[in-house]
């Protein structure tokens, strides 16, 4: 089946937040997926097609531009935006998160579409609200866990894959990087115990390497230097798969997934993301470190994001009680 093609003026704003705004790559994929979504949906409630597999026919440009014009975008009204969240909760089943996700993508183009480029005389997305997200703790490995999970990657006997396995799970829980962040680092990026990363929002930080990271990904390098040949010599970056190629995202989630299973972790609860909140809680509970300062570390925008691990574990809040001036006193 042919590729959709997006109606130019959806193409014209995936520009703007690109050479405009600056969106990470990922912020954009993401919010193409919601809007072109959207707008199918729109088409298909205002009875251009009769479903889905009708309108995903529909492929030539001039046709999808004929349809999504000025005076269509002027009909959406706030019940075909409702109708819209409706349906992402009861027939999708998306998620709460999910959905305010796509809430943003909406209110972004929108404004877009009123302020920016004045296409359209009110902005609808104004009205709507996200949905009320459960605030959840976060899933984490203990000290204890953590270190049979590195005990278990010890266990592996080809020596190319332990030492970068063992790099690439010790960096995820000393520095709380992102999975994405993680496989971009170039081994010419790296300033002794530290580098510099492109991180969400396209926002550049410095990522430093405790000693012990920083020895385990030398060791990786001299390991790495053996593995590739003189032709694959010039290959920049840091971790690579067996075929010496950059690392893809669900290369290292299969890696971890499987030192997981062997540790014993149930990877239905436990995943690569699990790591970053493992680096977080363990450098929050036992380093000590400033919320703003881990803000900074984790590369969040918003300190009510980091504010998710100053959670207490059972054990903190039972001390934390017996701590209490009355719990002792004889009665």
Known sequence: MEKFIKPTILNDYLNYIKTIKGLSPNTIKEYDYDLTLFIKYQI???KYYNNLDDFNNLYKPKEIDKIFTKDFIASIN??????????????RKDSASTRSRKISALKSFFKYLHSEIELIDNNITDKLTNPKIQKR???YLTLSETEKLLDVINLEKNKFLRDRDLAIIFTFLTTGMRLSELVSVNVSSINGDHFSIIGKGNKERTIYLTENCHKLILNYLNTREKYLTDYD????????????????????????DKYLEKAGFDTSIYSTHKLRHTAATLMYKYGNVDIRALKDILGHT????????????DEDLKEAVNKNPLANLDI
């Open 233 to 256: 010599k010039d290959i920049d970056a840091l971790f690579i798969s067996t075929r010496k190629k950059r690392i893809s995202n669900r290369a290292v989630q299969a890696t971890i």
């Open 137 to 139: 703790q976060p899933v």
């Open 44 to 46: 298909i409630r205002k």
């Open 78 to 91: 706030i019940q075909d935006m409702y109708a819209f969240l409706s349906f992402l909760d009861n027939d």
């Open 302 to 313: 918003n300190i009510s994001t980091t504010q998710i691990y100053t959670h207490l574990d």
